[in-house]
């Protein structure tokens, strides 16, 4: 089982990359997040890789993060998520947004991708809410929502921006990238004031 790749970018399509490792070309399908973070043809690379085998292929898929191939692992055991749609959902999220929409049942997030619908959404955020954990808690090694910031003052800032109107999946996610950028020291108010100048951009 191949589970992380290190050469040189040899060509990329739209879903996908050859990587060069020894003279040897692997095809490794990933999702646009990763792939817009990969070098141009010719300079190194290193993909985590999740080695899918059937009966009749191989398949490789590549991550930038651990934590992307981790939800990708998650996603693919919900009923109705292959690997295209859980591509799809990750090049749609990134693996914090993704943990923030399930943590606030936020399904709508979800159906950016394509290949989601409400129905499927709904599924999803039932069955892998309790996988998305805040950062430093105990959990699958998943990059979670809270990278900073106190559970309590979050929830305090995100229920003053419901009450100001916003839907509580907008404002989760605008005050929890908030936290992770100002860390644990944010008060309330300085997660409400960044939150808004973030719902507002």
């Known amino acids: 089982m191949i589970a992380r790749l290190t050469g040189r970018i040899d060509s990329a399509a ?11 070309g692997y095809l490794v399908y990933c999702s646009a997040r990763t792939l817009g973070a990969l070098p141009p043809a010719g300079e190194a ?5 999740e080695t899918h085998v059937r009966e009749d292929h191989i398949h490789l898929y590549g991550f930038e993060s651990l934590a992307e191939r981790d939800w990708f692992r998650l996603l693919t055991t919900v009923q109705g998520v ?6 799809a959902i990750l090049s749609a999220l ?4 993704l943990s923030d929409a399930l943590i606030a049942g936020d399904g709508d997030m979800l159906t950016q991708a394509p290949g989601v619908g409400p129905k499927l959404a709904g599924r ?8 998305a954990v805040p950062a430093g808690e105990a959990g699958p090694g998943l990059a ?26 907008d404002a989760f996610g605008a005050v929890t990238g908030a936290a992770r950028e100002l860390g644990s020291g944010a008060d309330v108010e300085t997660l409400i004031r960044a939150g808004l100048k973030e719902l507002s951009s």
């Open 94 to 97: 990134s693996a914090d947004r």
């Open 45 to 49: 690379a290193s993909l985590h890789v």
């Open 82 to 87: 292959g690997t295209r749609v859980a591509l």
């Open 14 to 24: 739209e879903d996908s990359v050859v990587i060069d490792v020894a003279g040897v």
């Open 124 to 131: 999803i955020v039932a069955e892998l809410k309790d996988k």
């Open 144 to 169: 979670g929502g809270l990278a900073g910031g106190q559970p309590d003052t979050v929830d305090d800032a995100v229920s003053a921006l419901v009450n100001l109107g916003y839907r509580r999946g």
